[in-house]
């Protein structure tokens, strides 16, 4: 203890220098903390989109395009599938409820599906949270829509306010469906999935919109009023994919070979967990990389302080002679040396946890509206905390090079100060 007193009150005397330091550890250990936990916040958000769906089903493609278009609307579907198909699995044996899907259309920059009523009795986020609303109720009417939360509170709409759907995706749209305008009906509670940026309509609502559309394009000289719209045929003929839900889990691998080798068109069901774990495989490297940079940046730090132990034995050769001739030992020499290191490494990884916090605090609403990733304030976990454990061991390391440097100059001026 009184080593670690003194090596302190070295510090202070040498405070501009050692702060520059601490900062240096702060930012490095801040860094590699953010990486750590945007990647785990990054892995939680996306298995937390969807819970208790057995199968993803949509037109062959690849899982992981698949699960990004179906479930976190990043991305086209490559093909649509017909009514049917989703008929004939909605029907065989073990199937509890599917909730078809239909995309293709946006808003203002956010994405509009085509689904059922079932969709908000079955979807499910988190650890099996339902679906909540915030503010009146599914659609009921043919041109009633649901808002996510994020749309309503960023284009500012409430219930009742009338809503112009565009044609394809985008911020401005390609051509907008004026002539059948949307009513507000609904607003869903914030539940930190893609739900909150997604507008919600009927599948017969998605069919009306398009009764005068042919092959993506409207067509000429036939138009359909809204009122014309509701006296039609409105079944769906297409859709984009569905969710499916079983009665058993043990059926889902025969439900899937199934589907799988469906003769009346292609089709494809994966398993969400195993997507997801493909789509992690496949990011992998980019982990690596982001761990290995911030690695880099803590060594960077740790570099700097034994640069700056270094640099400072030619100016304090006077004061460890001192020590020297007033009794200190090598092993008291390099334990204050040792000291001053662990105090500036200790100090820095504290710092760099409260500048985290501090940093989450102000980015979380940022991110949360711009990218949808809800990063979560919690306590360190033990990998943090072995983290820290790491990079103060280091540190320790780090200074015994200058320490034992000490010992071997501070002996020599010893006798020559003892003279």
């Known amino acids: 203890m009184p080593i670690f007193a003194l090596a302190l009150k070295s510090l202070v005397n040498r405070r501009a220098t050692a702060a520059l330091v601490v900062f240096s550890i702060a930012v490095s250990v801040m860094l590699l903390l953010g990486v750590e936990k945007l990647r785990a916040d990054a892995k939680a958000s996306f298995a937390d989109t969807v819970s208790g769906v057995d199968l993803v089903v949509g037109a062959r493609t690849g899982p992981i ?4 278009y179906s479930v976190f609307r990043i991305g086209d579907a490559t093909n649509n599938i017909s009514w049917r198909s989703y008929e004939d699995v909605r029907a065989r044996p073990g199937v509890a409820w599917t909730v078809p899907l239909s995309l293709g259309d946006s808003h203002r920059g956010f994405r509009v599906l085509g689904t059922t009523l079932d ?3 079955h979807y499910r986020f988190g650890r099996g949270r339902n679906l909540v609303f915030r503010a009146g109720a599914p659609f009921d009417d043919l041109y009633d829509v649901v808002l996510g939360a994020d749309v309503a509170a960023k284009l500012g709409y409430e219930l009742g306010d009338r809503i112009v759907i565009a044609h394809g995706l985008g911020a ?3 051509q907008k469906h004026e002539d059948k305008p949307f009513r507000v009906a609904g607003v869903l509670a914030k539940t930190g999935t893609p739900v909150d940026r997604t507008l919600h309509v009927s599948l017969e609502a998605i069919e009306a919109i398009h009764v005068d559309w042919r092959g993506g394009v409207r067509t000429p000289g036939m138009h359909a009023t809204a009122d014309e719209a509701r006296a039609m045929d409105l079944r769906p003929k297409q859709i984009t994919a569905f969710l499916v839900g079983l009665d058993s889990r043990i059926a889902v691998f025969g439900l899937q070979r199934w589907i799988n080798d469906y003769r009346r068109e292609p089709l494809l069901a994966v398993l969400p967990g195993v997507a997801l774990q493909q789509l992690w495989d496949l990011m992998g490297t980019a982990e690596t ?4 940079v911030s690695g880099a940046v803590v060594v960077t730090g740790l570099l700097g302080m034994l640069t700056m132990l270094l640099a400072g034995l030619a100016e304090r050769r006077r004061e460890m002679a001192l020590l020297r001739a007033v009794g200190a030992g090598p092993r008291h020499i390099f334990a204050l040396l ?6 500036l490494t200790v100090s820095g990884a504290t710092l760099g946890v409260g500048l985290l916090y501090a940093g989450l605090l102000i980015a979380r609403p940022i991110v949360d509206e711009r990218y ?3 990063l979560s304030i919690a306590p360190p976990t033990g990998r943090d905390a072995a983290l820290l454990a790491v990079v103060v061991l280091a540190g320790v390391v780090a200074g015994a090079v200058p320490a034992l440097r000490a010992c071997r100059q501070s002996l020599a001026d010893g006798m020559i100060a003892r003279n």
């Open 372 to 374: 949808g990733l809800w």
């Open 65 to 68: 395009q698949l699960l990004l």
């Open 338 to 343: 040792v000291a001053e290191a662990t105090a």
């Open 289 to 292: 990389a982001l761990a290995a």
């Open 172 to 174: 401005a749209g390609f």
């Open 119 to 121: 969709y908000f009795r």
